[in-house]
Every structure is written in structure tokens, then in C-alpha cells.
């Protein structure tokens, strides 16, 4: 049953929007004006909370929920796992017996004391060294969850250790939005800027994701530990007819999508664009950009979001990167902007000339920080699922490389040259059909293969896991391009003349920075070795990428930046190598166990009837050439399969390394243990081919991706 279906159906999208958000016009009818306006400062102009108005916000913020029939409040905050965390805490205060009122403090709303000790810390912490602290992020609002256990208000937060250090994303994310804002704000003066107070990076991520009937989902041991199928060979019919794309919703899956529309909506999460994806069962949901903090919010409550109202409907959302092997993998394309707090877009080209230079600053800038820090971009894609994604059917290269279109790239090569451009660009297309308006044309194309491609005013990173948080990505991008910025201000503010500098760094810049852009086809097997030419970085495997994160280079540009000590970039070195190997290890057992108790007697009682039938076809003198021939053939696959099972549980039993002091030991056993698991799974996948449907113990792939 749907519990949003009879509330929502009388009203408008506008009267449900934000109706479970502390917003802006929530704050300014409930708390008195100095007040209101003290926190306003905190929010749109990053300047530090005045503890002193905390009762009065929390006061008005309890009985908003309340009203709205919340019992309970959490501090809600994102550790460093895949998930976010949050530790309920009821309103209620004991009023003298048998009486309690409902109160909700300053001191409450602003900090909390969850138990650190059991969150990864990467040795920040001890597990007996338990304290933790939670801190108000007044930056993203407050908002009420409301489900089957009643209405809940939620308290963004960030959280540190006991000493201070990050023990979380949104930390680092703030601390590098900060550093993009001082740094843009110091190129903005050298083009006579004197108004900007904030610059944000604004985002907006696109979600893809699987749905597959929960009865499936059920009867698949591999869904449920790992999220994707370790064993399962492609259907008879797969994407390569190309219907899917845009194609017409079922009324089931339309249902769910308008249910989780009506959800979000009352979260104040712009959920704009919905449509069928590529793959058979895959979906994308599609949200407005807003700045990248509450875009991590948001993109994090939309997970949640469809996950549970798919749970509502008997349906299972898949989020991992690569669900199904041989079909298109769910991605999360990062949509990234440099906004001001007036709504100029800096990758904007602009009007004037002096527009334009100032975008080509930035722009440049830009290519610059890709370029010198292609590790640290690439660590921001780098998950375990990931590595079953990148480089397959539609999904990015693991090579870094940018896409700037013809215009732009033709625009920053007669720069470098100082030529007059010779490419002509028409702003408009006509069909050829004469009752069809023109249309206006982009300055840029889009190229799908590309990991981080302009658009025509944001740059598009497109290597994000559908399952990753934007943090980390949004994390190096605001970090890196504000290390440039800094180098780029230093030289401008000490020159007499700050335009003609700005035009002579530009085409520096580019000179030594094109090798990065790449306007062609990033599948190609060409272009991998044409990367390799230019010098370009390639790292397959997510695991080979996160010691990058320590080295002496990355260390100084976060500490410049004040957004990670070393510390802090160890420890999330140490959790990302422990997490892959123990992912990697979760996937390896649920194989052996799907193949020791699901698989192998299925197949042996194939086997069985296989030798039964020409036994009886012997006895009775029935020819039996080729039912004897296939039995064999049947037979060795089954010793195969047996023979790379014994092996893998042999590799998998091995001493696990899994942190930065024994990596290559990591390598190794990743290597090995991978090998192996995808020996089993052909042989699986083979024999899933060959054994009759009625004896095959789980549904296979034509179930679960058409079945809905």
C-alpha cells in the first residue's frame, strides 16, 4: 500500500514541495527576525554560527516536527562506509512523575555524542577510544522522514573524532567548498568583481539504478551479499536492439516512480527527470543542481528513498555499479559548476570580453587541475564496483581525459596560435522540413565516452559508481581546481595588468595542458594507445589508485587547501584498501557458498540423468553416439567447475592483506582471487546453458531483468 497515494492525490506539486522541510519560509514565520537573520548569515554567506540563537532554532524546529506528529529527532551523518548513519533520540523530558514534556535544547540540536568506535577510522581511533561528535550543519536544512514507524526530524550533521579529525564525508566536503569559494573569489577581483561574497560549486547528479521483482531478489544469494549476480549468463535478448532507451514505462514501474516523486518533492529534492536507461530493468532519475552540500544530502535521501519504496511495492532497487555481467552498469553522472552568489555561472562564456577571458580562466584552471591531479580524479571514481563497470558498454575509460567539443577546443587552439579561427559555427539547426522551428545549436557535442566532458556550462563526471556517495568525487573536484585557482590569482594579483596576464596564462596554460583534452570515440582501442603516448595515466583497478591518495604530492595540495591533514588522507587510504579486499572476499565466499549448495547438486543431478539415459539407451541397444559425446562434454565442464571451485576456496582461505604497509600483497591476492572467480563463473555460466530450467536452482537472468 501506498501511504503517500490518498494525501497527495488533491494536491498540487507546489503545495507538496518542501511540506517536510525546515526551510527558509519556515525559519522566517517561526523565529523572531534577529534570529532568523543570524542563521540566514550562517547559510547563504558561510559565516560562523552564533551559538547564542541555538535554543531559539531548536525550539522553533521541535515544534514545527512536533506539529507535523514527530516523537523523535536524529542527528544524521554520513561515516565513512556506504552508508548514513543516524541514532534516534525521542523529545520527551521527565516532568516529575509520571509526567514528561517535550523539549529540545540548544545544546541538543547543535552537538551529539554517538560512539565513534565501531565507524572505519582507518586507525584515527581505537575501538576502545569511543567518542565521537556530531555538529549541526545548519548549511543543509533540517527535514522530517516519515514511514511506517511514525514522523522522524532529521538534523544534518558532520562528524569528528575526539581530537578533531574528519570521520566523515560531509567534513571534507564543506572544508573544500570553502576553498573553492576563497580562491574563485580572488580570480573574481582581478576582473573588478567587488560584490561576490560566496562561491559554490553546484551540482546535480544523475541516478541510475536496476529495479528487479523482490520475489527474484529472494532466490539470489548473490543480490543479497554483494549486490550483483556473480553467477548468470546474458539472455537470449539483452540491450543490443536498443529498445530500452527511452522506452515506455510499465504501469508498475511508472507507479513507484510517481511515489517516489511524491516522497522527495515533500523533501524539498527537485526530482525533475524520469526515464527508462538503457539495460532491460534499468532506470535514471535525474535532480535540479543546487550547491554540492545539499546535493550530497539530497543524493543520498534519493538512495534511501527508492530503495524503501521499492520495498513497498515488492520490488528491489539494485544500486551497485554492475548488477548484471554483459549489460549496461549504473553510473552516476556528477554534473559540476562554479556558481556565484549572485547566479553567475563562471563556466559560463559570458557576453563580454571581459566574460569571456574570465571563463577562459577558469576553464583552463580546470584543465590544469584534471591534467595534474588525473590520480586524485580518478580515486574519486574508484570503488570496488566500478572496477566491474568503467570501460564496458557505455561506461568511461579508466583513462582520465577531458571533452571540450570542437568550438571550444578550435576557440583555445587559435589562442595558443594566435590565429583568427577559420571553423564556421552555425548557432542554429533547420530539419530541412518547413514547418519545424530552428533550433538553437550548443557550442559543444556530447560525447558519451568521455569521463568529464563540458556541456555548455558544467563539466559532467561521468565515472561515479550509481552507489557512491558525490562527496568524494565533489571533494577532489572543488580541491583541486581551487589549488589552481590559488597559483592562477598569485600571478594575477601581482600583475599591473590582469587582463593581458589572464590571456597570456591561458594560452600557457593550455600549451602545457592540452594532452588532456580528447574530443574522440574514449572506447577505442586507439585511443588507449594513443593515452599512452600523451603520457595520460590509466588505472584499471580501483585498488591500484587509493595509495595515490598519500603521496607526497596529494598530501601537500590537501594540506594547502586545509581540507585533509595526513591523517585523515591515511586513514582513508587504509578504509578504502580494507574495504575493497573485504568486498572482494564477500563475493568469493558467496560464490563458493552458491556453488557448493545451489549449483553443484543441481548440476550432478543433470549429470545423473545425463549418464542414466545412455546407460538405458546402451541396455536397449538405442544408438546413443551423440547423447554420450554431449554427456562427456557436460561432464568435464562439471569437473571444471569442481576444479576451479577447490581453487578458489584454497586462494580465498589465504591470509587476506588489506592495508597500505603490505599493498602489493593486496595486489596480488586481488589478482589471484579474481583469476580464479572468473574461471568459476564461466564454467557456472556455461552450465547454466546446459541444465535443464527446472533443475537450475535460482531464476537467471531472463527472470529477473524481463519478469516485472
Known amino acids: ?275 527508462h536507461e538503457v539495460a532491460p530493468g534499468q532506470y535514471e532519475l535525474a535532480l535540479i543542481h543546487t550547491n554540492c552540500n545539499v546535493a550530497t544530502d539530497h543524493n543520498q535521501l534519493l538512495m534511501d528513498t527508492i530503495c524503501k519504496i521499492a520495498e513497498r511495492n515488492e520490488l528491489v532497487c539494485l544500486l551497485h555499479a554492475k548488477p548484471f555481467k554483459g549489460i549496461n552498469g549504473s553510473g552516476k553522472h556528477n554534473n559540476w559548476s562554479i556558481v556565484t552568489d549572485h547566479g553567475i555561472n563562471l563556466l559560463e562564456p559570458g557576453q563580454t570580453p ?17 591534467d595534474s591531479h588525473a590520480d586524485l580524479l580518478r580515486f574519486g571514481a574508484a570503488t570496488p564496483d566500478n572496477d566491474e563497470r568503467l570501460g564496458q558498454h557505455e561506461a568511461p575509460p579508466a583513462i582520465i581525459s577531458v571533452f571540450l567539443g570542437d568550438f571550444l577546443t578550435d576557440l583555445l587552439d587559435n589562442m595558443e596560435t594566435k ?48 552507489l557512491a556517495s558525490v562527496a568524494r568525487p565533489n571533494i577532489i573536484l572543488n580541491t583541486i581546481v581551487a589549488d589552481i585557482l590559488n597559483e592562477f590569482a598569485d600571478i594575477l594579483e601581482h600583475s599591473e595588468n590582469p587582463l593581458h596576464k589572464a590571456e597570456e596564462l591561458i594560452r600557457e596554460t593550455y600549451t602545457k595542458h592540452k594532452r588532456i583534452v580528447f574530443n574522440g570515440n574514449g572506447y577505442s582501442d586507439e585511443w588507449r594507445e594513443e593515452a599512452k603516448k600523451r603520457g595520460l595515466l590509466e588505472f584499471p583497478s580501483s585498488l591500484d589508485v587509493y595509495p595515490e591518495l598519500v603521496s607526497e604530492k596529494n598530501i601537500s595540495l590537501f594540506e594547502r587547501q586545509k581540507v585533509f591533514n595526513v591523517s585523515e588522507l591515511k586513514a582513508r587510504a587504509e578504509i578504502h584498501i580494507d574495504t575493497f579486499i573485504k568486498q572482494l572476499c564477500i563475493e568469493a565466499n558467496t560464490m563458493i557458498r552458491m556453488a557448493r549448495t545451489e549449483i553443484l547438486p543441481a548440476v550432478l543431478s543433470c549429470q545423473k540423468e545425463l549418464l ?51 599493498f602489493s600483497a593486496c595486489q596480488s591476492y586481488r589478482d589471484k582471487l579474481r583469476h580464479t572467480m572468473a574461471s568459476l563463473r564461466y564454467e557456472g555460466d556455461w552450465l547454466e546453458c546446459h541444465t535443464p530450467r527446472h533443475l537450475w536452482p535460482f531464476p537467471v537472468y531472463a527472470d529477473i531483468l524481463y519478469k516485472i
Open 354 to 370: 571581459e566574460e569571456k577571458i574570465r571563463f577562459l580562466v577558469f576553464l583552463t584552471a580546470i584543465l590544469k587541475a584534471v
Open 1 to 275: 500500500m501506498d501511504p503517500n497515494k490518498n494525501s497527495a492525490q488533491n494536491k498540487t506539486v507546489t503545495d507538496i514541495y518542501a511540506s517536510h522541510v525546515f526551510s527558509d519560509d519556515v525559519m522566517k514565520q517561526r523565529l523572531p527576525e534577529h534570529v532568523y537573520l543570524k542563521l540566514k548569515d550562517t547559510i547563504e554567506k558561510r559565516r560562523p554560527l552564533n551559538r547564542d540563537i541555538a535554543d531559539q532554532v531548536a525550539g522553533a524546529m521541535m515544534e514545527w516536527a512536533v506539529e507535523k506528529g514527530a516523537t523523535h529527532y536524529t542527528h544524521w551523518f554520513q561515516p565513512m562506509n556506504s552508508i548514513t548513519a543516524e541514532k534516534h533520540e525521542s523529545f520527551i523530558e521527565n516532568a516529575g512523575p509520571g509526567r514528561v514534556i517535550m523539549e529540545f535544547s540548544g545544546k541538543e540540536l547543535i552537538q551529539g555524542e554517538p560512539d565513534a568506535s565501531s565507524f572505519p577510522s582507518g586507525g584515527i581511533r581505537s575501538t576502545f577510544e569511543a567518542r565521537g561528535y556530531s555538529v549541526w550543519d545548519a548549511t543543509s536544512p533540517a527535514f522530517l522522514r516519515e514511514d511506517l514507524t511514525g514522523v522522524t526530524l532529521y538534523i544534518p550533521t558532520a562528524f569528528y573524532s575526539y581530537h578533531g579529525e574528519a570521520l566523515d564525508k560531509k567534513t571534507p566536503l564543506l572544508r573544500s567548498m570553502e576553498a573553492l569559494s576563497n580562491q574563485s573569489q580572488r580570480i573574481m577581483k582581478n576582473f573588478g568583481d567587488s560584490i561576490t561574497e560566496t562561491v559554490i560549486a553546484s551540482v546535480g547528479a544523475e541516478q541510475e539504478y536496476f529495479l528487479i521483482d523482490k520475489s527474484y531478489y529472494n532466490q539470489r544469494t548473490d543480490l543479497q551479499f554483494t549486490g550483483r549476480t556473480v553467477f548468470g549468463a546474458p539472455p537470449p535478448k539483452g540491450q543490443e536492439m536498443e529498445d530500452h532507451y527511452f522506452g515506455s514505462l510499465k504501469e508498475r514501474i511508472a507507479d513507484f516512480m510517481r511515489q517516489v516523486d511524491v516522497e522527495l518533492w515533500k523533501l524539498g529534492i527537485s526530482a525533475k527527470t524520469k526515464h
Open 612 to 662: 542414466e539415459l545412455v546407460k538405458i539407451q546402451t541396455e536397449t541397444g538405442i544408438p546413443h553416439g551423440a547423447e554420450k559425446e554431449y554427456a562427456k562434454t557436460y561432464r568435464l565442464h562439471v569437473l571444471n567447475f569442481m576444479k576451479h571451485l577447490d581453487k578458489l576456496e584454497q586462494t580465498e582461505s589465504e591470509e587476506q592483506p588489506c592495508s597500505l604497509k603490505d
Open 419 to 466: 590565429t583568427g579561427s577559420k571553423r564556421s559555427f552555425h548557432k542554429t539547426l533547420q530539419g530541412g522540413v518547413s514547418t519545424l522551428p530552428a533550433l538553437l545549436r550548443d557550442d559543444t557535442d556530447r560525447n558519451r565516452t568521455s569521463p568529464f566532458a563540458f556541456t555548455g556550462n558544467k563539466f559532467e563526471f561521468r565515472m561515479v559508481s550509481s
